[in-house]
């Protein structure tokens, strides 16, 4: 979803040139397919990665679908005068970063790129976790 005035039309193509470079398997890989969403301007990504077809043989050799997901857009600040800092100006106070989507869920979506890179270097057990408190 986007919110008209709100979207950063330069921060993405940035973004998306780091993601290309920093998961280079991934995105050059002959299985993987980045799905065009057929709207214009629009920054998500959507990847397809081919599993391998049923073995009638070895059930075990079968490479089930599976879902990976996250996003980095953040949604409005509503009441800018409720805000002890300004959502649109980015800083560290006392060691801590402050600004709106600052951490938000990037860290999932560098987490799933990262556990899919780490799969196509050979690894063959993955593990991902998210833990909430």
């Known amino acids: 979803m986007t919110f008209p005035g709100e979207q950063n039309d330069t921060a993405f193509p940035i973004f998306s ?3 290309n ?5 991934l995105h050059s890989a002959n299985f993987v ?4 969403l ?8 959507l990847y397809r990665i081919s599993g391998t077809e049923d073995d009638e043989e070895d059930e075990s050799n ?3 679908p599976y879902l990976l997901a996250a996003h980095i857009d953040v949604v409005p600040p509503g009441d800018v005068s409720r805000w002890t800092k300004d959502p649109f100006d980015a800083g ?4 801590e970063i402050f600004g709106r989507g600052a951490i938000d869920c990037k ?3 560098m987490g799933v790129m990262e556990a899919i890179e780490y799969r196509f270097w050979g690894n063959p057990v993955l593990f991902l976790a998210q833990c909430c408190w």
Do not use: C
Request: proline share 10%; aromatic share 6%.
């Open 17 to 19: 040139d780091f993601l």
């Open 21 to 25: 470079a920093s998961f280079p398997l």
């Open 33 to 36: 397919e980045l799905l065009d």
């Open 38 to 45: 057929g709207e214009p301007g629009n920054p998500s990504r």
């Open 62 to 64: 079968r490479q089930q």
């Open 92 to 95: 560290v106070v006392d060691g």
């Open 107 to 109: 860290h999932t979506l």
